[in-house]
C-alpha cells in the first residue's frame, strides 16, 4: 500500500501537493509513521471503478 492509492490522500490547492486528509493528532500520526505505510489504519483504496460497478 502507498499514500498515493489511498482515498484519503487529496490534492491540497494552498500547499500545491497531495496530504493525508484525516484528521489525527500528533500522536497518532507519529504512532503510523512509526508503523509504516503498510500498517495505516486509515488506509483505504481509491478505485474509481468500483463507483462505475455500481452504476450498472
Given at each position: 500500500?502507498?499514500?498515493?492509492?489511498?482515498?484519503?490522500?487529496?490534492?491540497?490547492?494552498?500547499?500545491?501537493?497531495?496530504?493525508?486528509?484525516?484528521?489525527?493528532?500528533?500522536?497518532?500520526?507519529?504512532?503510523?509513521?512509526?508503523?509504516?505505510?503498510?500498517?495505516?489504519?486509515?488506509?483505504?483504496?481509491?478505485n474509481?471503478?468500483?463507483?462505475?460497478?455500481?452504476?450498472?
Amino acid at each position: 500500500m502507498q499514500c498515493e492509492f489511498c482515498l484519503n490522500y487529496e490534492y491540497d490547492e494552498d500547499l500545491a501537493e497531495e496530504v493525508c486528509v484525516i484528521d489525527m493528532d500528533e500522536d497518532e500520526f507519529y504512532r503510523i509513521r512509526q508503523m509504516g505505510e503498510q500498517n495505516c489504519p486509515f488506509f483505504r483504496v481509491d478505485n474509481e471503478y468500483k463507483i462505475v460497478e455500481k452504476q450498472n
